[in-house]
T-cell receptor, first 118, second 115 residues
Framework: GAVVSQHPSRVICKSGTSVKIECRSLDFQATTMFWYRQFPKKSLMLMATSNEGSKATYEQGVEKDKFLINHASLTLSTLTVTSAHPEDSSFYIC??????????????FGPGTRLTVL | AQSVTQLDSHVSVSEGTPVLLRCNYS??????LFWYVQHPNKGLQLLLK??????LVKGINGFEAEFKKSETSFHLTKPSAHMSDAAEYFCVVIIYGGATNKLIFGTGTLLAVQP
């Protein structure tokens, strides 16, 4: 199998604080991980593509300084929402591609993290 | 530009009846298409994928989808719905570019299965 975990599964924080979300590939190495955001009753929107050992590539309209991504190892990527505000409340989902796989191969998704900013 | 359109935001069927979830795509070249399912509190799971091989693709849990170029469609079907099929379904197209390809998700179809 290919299991991706996210921690925490849900987090509530105060406005102005920073929150870190972890994405781990448990039984495989992932050279590339993706971060998505899903609004209620809406589709997933790609935020950024994270490659191990290099800077993340952000999609248009996503603030790099607001959403800090670190892909420090082949099994871990983190997303830090800095100075969170209520409008950042959302469901954040990560996915990973197995190291050595083709670019059209399957992305394995984590269960998501529900962020609520008060 | 590549995109997918899911024509129905909600579909309700009775258990044991056929399921049809519609998806149309737009692509300037032969696309790679996927269907993913999202159950509450669970990660997205790949149901099936089309990558220019056989046009009729069989997936997990009895689902299948047919790629029809003439209709630019990739509808998802299942002969007989089960209660456990109730979930959100996403049609997805892959965009090729640079070092990494990207998935573009449709807006999703929520499938309800009535007993």
């Amino acid at each position: 199998g290919a299991v991706v975990s996210q921690h925490p599964s849900r987090v509530i924080c105060k406005s102005g604080t920073s929150v870190k979300i972890e994405c781990r590939s448990l039984d495989f190495q992932a050279t590339t991980m993706f971060w998505y955001r899903q609004f209620p009753k809406k589709s997933l929107m790609l935020m950024a593509t994270s490659n191990e050992g290099s800077k993340a590539t952000y999609e248009q309209g996503v603030e790099k300084d607001k959403f800090l991504i670190n892909h420090a190892s082949l099994t871990l990527s983190t997303l830090t929402v800095t100075s969170a505000h209520p409008e950042d409340s959302s469901f954040y989902i990560c996915s990973a591609i197995k190291r050595g796989s083709l670019s059209t191969d399957t992305q394995y998704f984590g269960p998501g993290t529900r962020l609520t900013v008060l | 530009a590549q995109s997918v359109t899911q024509l129905d935001s909600h579909v309700s069927v009775s258990e044991g009846t056929p399921v049809l979830l519609r998806c149309n795509y737009s692509s300037s070249y032969s696309p790679s298409l996927f269907w993913y399912v999202q159950h509450p509190n669970k990660g997205l799971q790949l149901l099936l994928k089309y990558t220019s091989a056989a046009t009729l693709v069989k997936g997990i849990n009895g689902f299948e989808a047919e790629f029809k170029k003439s209709e630019t469609s990739f509808h998802l079907t299942k002969p007989s719905a089960h209660m456990s099929d109730a979930a959100e379904y996403f049609c997805v197209v892959i965009i090729y570019g640079g070092a990494t390809n990207k998935l573009i998700f449709g807006t999703g179809t929520l499938l309800a299965v009535q007993p």
